[in-house]
T-cell receptor, first 112, second 111 residues
Framework: EAGVTQSPTHLIKTRGQQATLRCSPI?????VYWYQQALGLGLQFLLWYDEGEERNRGNFPPRFSGRQFPNYSSELNVNALELEDSALYLC???????????FGEGSRLTVL | SQQGEEDPQALSIQEGENATMNCSYKTSINNLQWYRQNSGRGLVHLIL?????REKHSGRLRVTLDTSKKSSSLLITASRAADTASYFC???????????FGTGTRLQVFP
């Protein structure tokens, strides 16, 4: 069974540009979570999608947005990129609202 | 703000020794989970302990939970060089349906 897959693995952008990151959850998982991990730091909760709807979001500005598609895959968009947006963006899925999260390998975004 | 805080931030030990990491959190929880992250990669789930459990074992891992003190500990026995990684606790607070991660402990095991 395929795990959580994320693309691209690496992405380099310049300030002011937009970045789009993609995530495919494990088959049968309806909940998708996005986390930001800045270098050497812990994970900060970004967004949670379940059954196609945004259920919760962390303390991030509105330029961080996303969506979940009917096949439960998800997209994270970051507009008007700033240098401090450089981080590892991790996607995770789980089959129910509780229990363990299954993580992808992440997308490393570098903003120059 | 982070729900969990791990202690210590970094830990260096020799192979064969035991490693203990602690996690403190702030609010009532459904469960607490521990994850491992190899350098710059995705996290891997290690163990989940529910709020009504006090201790749980999985292989060389032992987790304790004290809800009165809002704290948990992860013990790795007979450590190996391959255990070198960052370890995070994550809490599942009531009525939030999201996991909140701590700041992590970087464990280095020397051969």
């Amino acid at each position: 069974e395929a795990g959580v897959t994320q693309s691209p693995t690496h992405l380099i952008k310049t300030r002011g540009q937009q970045a789009t990151l993609r995530c495919s959850p494990i088959s049968g998982h309806t909940s998708v979570y996005w986390y930001q991990q800045a270098l050497g730091l812990g994970l900060q909760f970004l967004l949670w999608y379940d059954e196609g709807e945004e259920r919760n979001r962390g303390n991030f500005p509105p330029r961080f947005s996303g969506r979940q598609f009917p096949n439960y895959s998800s997209e994270l968009n970051v507009n008007a990129l700033e240098l401090e947006d450089s981080a590892l963006y991790l996607c995770a899925s789980r089959p129910t609202r509780s229990g363990e999260l299954f993580f992808g390998e992440g997308s490393r975004l570098t903003v120059l | 703000s982070q729900q969990g805080e791990e202690d210590p931030q970094a830990l260096s030990i020799q192979e064969g020794e035991n490693a203990t990491m602690n996690c403190s959190y702030k609010t009532s929880i459904n469960n607490l989970q521990w994850y491992r992250q190899n350098s710059g990669r995705g996290l891997v789930h290690l163990i989940l302990i529910r709020s009504n459990e006090r201790e749980k074992h999985s292989g060389r891992l032992r987790v304790t939970l004290d809800t009165s003190k809002k704290s948990s500990s992860l013990l790795i026995t007979a450590s190996r060089a391959a255990d070198t990684a960052s370890y995070f606790c994550a809490t599942d607070p009531y009525n939030t349906d999201k996991l909140i991660f701590g700041t992590g402990t970087r464990l280095q095991v020397f051969p």
